[in-house]
C-alpha cells in the first residue's frame, strides 16, 4: 500500500470516528488533526505554515471556528497576557517577538489617538522628534501601555501625557514648535520650584480640547533625575523611541505604589485607585521580602540591576536594530544611585569612587 492509500484510509476511518456518536449524544471533536497527503493545490498552503513557524500539517479545531494554525492561535492568546508573560514570550522567537512588539504599537496608537487625532500624518514626527530630542514619556500612558490587559484600553480616560528631554540643546523649543503646529496652544511656562528644584529646570504645558501635554525639561544632560524625583513609585516608567523602562517591575506586578514625596494630591490618590493600584504611605512597615524587588535597596542606573528594560520595536515597526544606542547612552550617560528612605530631601553623597558613581540621591522623603 502507498503512502497516499495508507494516509486517505487514516483520513475516512477519521471521519467515521467523527460521525459516530459519543455515549452522551454529541459527537467527537478532537483538540488536533493532521491534514491528508498534501495535492498539488495544497503544497503551497503547506509551505506557509512552515514560513510562519507552525509545525507541517498542524491544527487546532475550536467549536467556534473549524480550524487555527499555530500563529493565528498564538496571536489570539497574547493579547491577554499579562506585560510579564508578554516580555517572556518576545523572548521565544522571532514570530513571537513580532507578534509582542505589535500588540505594544496597537496599544501605544490607541493610547495616543486623542492627544493626537490625525496620526497618520504626525504620529511618526511625534516618535521621530522624540528620538531627535533624546526624549521619554512618563506617568499614566507608560502605565497604561503596561497594564492594558488588566485594565481597559482607553486612550479617552487620560487627559495628559507627559514628555521629559534632558537640559541644554533647545530641545524644548523643537517640540513647542511640533505642539504649535499640531494645534497646541502654550498654557503654562514655569521654572521648578520646591523639591523638584534639584531635578527640573522649567515646564512648559500645552492644551487642546481638554488635553493637556506637558514638556519637562532635566536640569542636567540626563532624564533619570527627573524620573527618580516622580512622587510615586508607580510613575517610575519611561517609554523612549526603542525601549522602555521598569524602574520598579515588582511592585508594579503587584499594584502598588509607594509614595516618594509629600508632594502627593487627593487627584493622585484617586487616580491610583480608579487604576486598582494600593498606595503604600511608608516604607517603614515594609512587609515583602528583601531582594531587588524591595524599595528600600539602592538601585543605580550602572547596570540596571533590577530594573526591568523591554524593546518595542518603534512606532513604525521598520526600527533599524544597528542605530539603536545602549541603556546608558539613552538615559544620558547617567550614573545615578537612589533609594526609598527615610529622608526629607535629596542628599548628595561624595564618598562613592568617581569611577562608579558621579553624584548619589535619595529620591525619597518617607519620614
Not at 73 to 87: F, K, N
Not at 126 to 132: H, P, R
Not at 332 to 353: C, D, E, I, Q
Request: positive net charge; contains cysteine; glycine residues 6%.
Amino acid at each position: 500500500m502507498s503512502h497516499r492509500e495508507r494516509c486517505s484510509k487514516r483520513l475516512l476511518l477519521k471521519k467515521k470516528m467523527l460521525a459516530t456518536p459519543h455515549p452522551n449524544g454529541t459527537t467527537r471533536v478532537p483538540l488536533l488533526t493532521y491534514t491528508s497527503y498534501p495535492t498539488n493545490a495544497a503544497r503551497f498552503s503547506v509551505r506557509i505554515k512552515r514560513m510562519q513557524g507552525a509545525p507541517a500539517g498542524l491544527h487546532f479545531l475550536t467549536p467556534s471556528r473549524q480550524v487555527h494554525d499555530i500563529p493565528e492561535l498564538l496571536d489570539a492568546i497574547a493579547v491577554y497576557l499579562s506585560w510579564e508573560e508578554l516580555i517572556i514570550l518576545g523572548h521565544s522567537g522571532q514570530h513571537a517577538q513580532d507578534i509582542v512588539e505589535r500588540i505594544i504599537r496597537h496599544r501605544l496608537i490607541v493610547l495616543m489617538k486623542p492627544f493626537i487625532l490625525n496620526l497618520d500624518a504626525y504620529l511618526v514626527d511625534f516618535f521621530d522628534l522624540l528620538q531627535e530630542t533624546n526624549g521619554g514619556i512618563v506617568g499614566s500612558l507608560v502605565w497604561r501601555l503596561m497594564a492594558a490587559c488588566d485594565t481597559t484600553l482607553d486612550g479617552n480616560v487620560l487627559k495628559d501625557l507627559n514628555i521629559i528631554v534632558p537640559g541644554g540643546g533647545h530641545f524644548t523649543c523643537k517640540w513647542l514648535s511640533f505642539l504649535f503646529k499640531i494645534g497646541y496652544r502654550s498654557v503654562v511656562n514655569q521654572d521648578c520650584l520646591g523639591w523638584y528644584n534639584w531635578a527640573i529646570k522649567r515646564t512648559l504645558i500645552f492644551e487642546k480640547e481638554g488635553r493637556f501635554i506637558s514638556v519637562t525639561e532635566s536640569k542636567t544632560k540626563s532624564i533619570m533625575p527627573i524620573v527618580i524625583s516622580s512622587p510615586l513609585t508607580s510613575m517610575f516608567n519611561v517609554l523612549t523611541y526603542s525601549r522602555i523602562y521598569c524602574f520598579y517591575p515588582f511592585l508594579f506586578r503587584q499594584r502598588i505604589a509607594v509614595r516618594t514625596t509629600t508632594d502627593i494630591t487627593l487627584t493622585m490618590v484617586s487616580r491610583l485607585r480608579d487604576k486598582g493600584i494600593d498606595l503604600s504611605w511608608s516604607t517603614i512597615e515594609w512587609t515583602f521580602p528583601c531582594g531587588e524587588a524591595c524599595p528600600v535597596l539602592w538601585r543605580r542606573t550602572e547596570n540596571l540591576s533590577g530594573i526591568g528594560v523591554a524593546r518595542w520595536g518603534g512606532i513604525s515597526g521598520h526600527l533599524d536594530t544597528s542605530g539603536i544606542p545602549s541603556t546608558q547612552q539613552e538615559l544620558g550617560h547617567a550614573h545615578y544611585k537612589w533609594r526609598l528612605g527615610k529622608h526629607n530631601r535629596p542628599v548628595s553623597f561624595t564618598n562613592w569612587k568617581p569611577a562608579t558613581l558621579r553624584a548619589a540621591f535619595v529620591c525619597n522623603i518617607i519620614s
